[in-house]
């Protein structure tokens, strides 16, 4: 079955510090990877995507993921953090092996940031 | 480059009222996603359009949910009768050729 693992429920991080978020995935074929972030009380804002090539993939906002095939792993970084990234992240994977493309959404991980 | 409009923002019903939510796509996006995001939770695909036609709706409870989009564009869901655990965001999505989602600002449901 197809499936997104986001194993940390919530994150806090000091302004400045490095980010990792985590993101493993259960799919039958190549996936499409996709991170959104969403504010509090928004709708879902597209950081970054993966379709196929480089693995190492650059999105807005300063945020990188890496597509790791053997770790069934996108996860999210971010060099320096800042106040206004705390929000809720979801990692998402869809594809053309889903039917019309639909996402299938990890939990989500929320990110606090410390001053 | 206008997004995708859904409308209202929130909602406030009784158990077992109906409700009916809006949506308007990026333009010329031909495929539409209803998802329901419950809170703590990342959102669950509804039904999916493909201009006018139901791609997917393999997850919408259709004993009270249903869901159109009769010119290939804006599209409506509706709950009918409403119960508790309805409460929750539903998001429009909206897609070119099926790669990357747009998502509106969703429309927060409470249910009393």
């Known amino acids: 079955a197809q499936s997104v693992t986001q194993p940390d429920i919530h994150i806090t991080v000091s302004e400045g510090a490095s980010l990792e978020l985590r993101c493993n995935y259960s799919?039958?074929?190549?996936?499409?990877l996709f991170w959104y972030v969403q504010s509090p009380g928004q709708g879902l804002q597209l950081l970054l995507k993966y379709f196929s090539g480089d693995t190492l993939v650059q999105g807005i906002k300063g945020f990188e993921a890496e597509f790791k095939r053997s770790q069934s792993s996108f996860n999210l970084r971010k060099p320096s953090v800042h106040w206004s990234d705390a929000a809720e992240y979801f990692c998402?994977?869809?594809?053309?092996?889903?039917?019309?493309?639909?996402?299938?959404f990890g939990q989500g991980t929320e990110l606090s940031v410390k001053p | 480059e206008a997004g995708v409009a859904q409308s209202p923002r929130y909602k406030i019903i009784e158990k077992r009222q109906s409700v009916a939510f809006w949506c308007n796509p990026i333009?010329?996006?031909?495929?539409l996603y209803w998802y329901q995001q419950i809170l703590g939770q990342g959102p669950k695909l509804l039904i999916q359009f493909q201009n006018n036609g139901v791609v997917d709706d393999s997850q919408l409870p259709k004993d009270r949910f249903s869901a159109e989009r009769l010119k290939g564009v804006d599209s409506t869901l509706k709950i009918q009768p409403a119960k508790l655990e309805d409460s929750a965001v539903y998001l429009c999505?909206?897609?070119?050729?099926?790669?990357?989602?747009?998502f509106g600002p969703g429309t927060r449901l409470t249910v009393t």
């Open positions: 799919y039958g074929a190549t996936p499409y």
């Open positions: 998402a994977v869809g594809g053309p092996y889903n039917q019309g493309g639909k996402l299938i």
């Open positions: 333009s010329g996006h031909a495929t």
């Open positions: 999505a909206s897609s070119f050729l099926r790669r990357e989602q747009y």
